[in-house]
Nanobody
Framework: VQLVESGGGLVQPGGSLRLSCAAS????????MGWWRQAPGSQREWVAV????????AVADSVEGRFTISRDTAKNTLDLQMNDLKPEDTAMYYC?????????????WGQGTQVTVSS
């Protein structure tokens, strides 16, 4: 599975960005997809995940009410709509695909797209 993120950039506090992840390859062993982020000097943290087996969605408390994850099965893309962005949202954002039976770390990851929130 190959994952390619796009849509990052520089935005002012309170602004919006939409990240997109294009997936290619066999998705047969994939049961969930998600967005993670890592700020300089911090550990990688999960932002939002969506199950491919059922309509389940989970969003981290830190972005609840501001970020929305969605998937277009026809286009095989995963999007993250980010509204009311804050400086603490500044990070490299990664798209990930979870392989059934293993941890997220052992799944597939994109190269990341940088999001910077600053005035």
């Amino acid at each position: 599975v190959q994952l390619v993120e796009s849509g990052g950039g520089l935005v002012q506090p309170g602004g919006s960005l939409r990240l997109s992840c294009a997936a290619s390859g066999s998705m047969n062993d994939i049961n969930a997809m998600g967005w993670w982020r890592q700020a300089p000097g911090s550990q990688r943290e999960w932002v939002a995940v969506i199950s491919l087996d059922d309509p389940g969605i989970a969003v981290a408390d830190s972005v609840e009410g501001r970020f929305t994850i969605s998937r277009d099965t026809a286009k095989n893309t995963l999007d993250l709509q980010m509204n009311d962005l804050k400086p603490e949202d500044t990070a490299m954002y990664y798209c990930a695909a979870h392989k059934t039976g293993v941890s997220w770390d052992l799944g597939f990851w994109g190269q990341g797209t940088q999001v910077t929130v600053s005035s």
